[in-house]
């Protein structure tokens, strides 16, 4: 199997993957880039069936916008976050655009999201708000939300969603899995007077423990078997 098929395949698994934590909803998408090209494959937009997208259905595109190849079906609107984050981040092999609820809701009601247990630890490094509502639609809101993300794992967009930008594919699963946990633990314990963030020294070495290469292909190998296709 060529390189290319195997991202095809795995952009496809990964949209699955999300859609089944709840985390993708039905306007999200992702992206894989291939490695030492320009050339990124987008899982498609609002029209198709999340929980069966296949490679056939992923999009073909350069990083400077030009589509390479079109399957079929509807275009993410919000294409562009992909293509401005892989322009400006060489290291983000992996971007998601999620729409998960808890986080959500945290970014809504002006709250950080902040490590609140072990799988959360990664997020010590800051998660940034760009603080605009709106779709992504031009260039323009693409570079400013790029700029928001900087150099971080994962950027609150309020009224909207977050976007996850990450070295490979399995880590951005991971990241995307566990901001949503600690949002929704993060939520939960407000009802019982707050939630206690880890220390920066607590979230430093439960992230080198958690936030790695093997717990990260583990937790991907995990969900893969759940949403895979016959």
């Not at 314990?189 to 423990?209: K, N, T, V």
Request: proline content about 6%; aromatic content about 6%.
């Amino acid at each position: 199997m060529s390189d290319e098929r195997i991202l095809r395949e795995k952009t496809a698994t990964l949209t699955r993957m999300l859609n089944m934590q709840g985390t993708i909803g039905m306007f999200g998408h992702v992206s894989i880039r291939v490695p030492g090209t320009e050339i990124c494959f987008i899982s498609p937009g609002a029209s198709t069936e999340k929980t069966t997208v296949r490679p056939e259905q992923i999009f073909k595109y350069n990083i400077d916008g030009t589509i390479i190849d079109h399957p079929g079906g509807l275009i993410p609107l919000e294409w562009r976050i992909h293509t401005q984050i892989h322009r400006d981040r060489p290291d983000a092999m992996c971007v998601c655009h999620l729409h998960a609820p808890h986080a959500r809701a945290l970014a809504i009601a002006d709250k950080p999201l902040k490590p609140v247990f072990l799988h959360g630890s990664f997020l010590c490094t800051g998660v940034p708000t760009w603080n605009n509502p709106r779709l992504v639609v031009n260039d323009d809101q693409a570079a400013d939300l790029s700029r928001a993300l900087g150099t971080h794992v994962v950027a609150q967009m309020r009224g909207h969603g977050s976007v996850v930008a990450a070295s490979t594919e399995e880590e951005a699963f991971f990241a995307c899995t566990f901001l949503e946990e600690n949002a929704q633990i993060q939520l939960q314990a407000e009802i019982m007077g707050g939630a206690i963030p880890l220390s920066e020294s607590e979230a430093r070495d439960c992230a080198e423990s958690t936030f790695n290469p093997r717990l990260a292909k583990l937790l991907w190998t995990f969900y893969e078997r759940k949403v895979k296709l016959d």
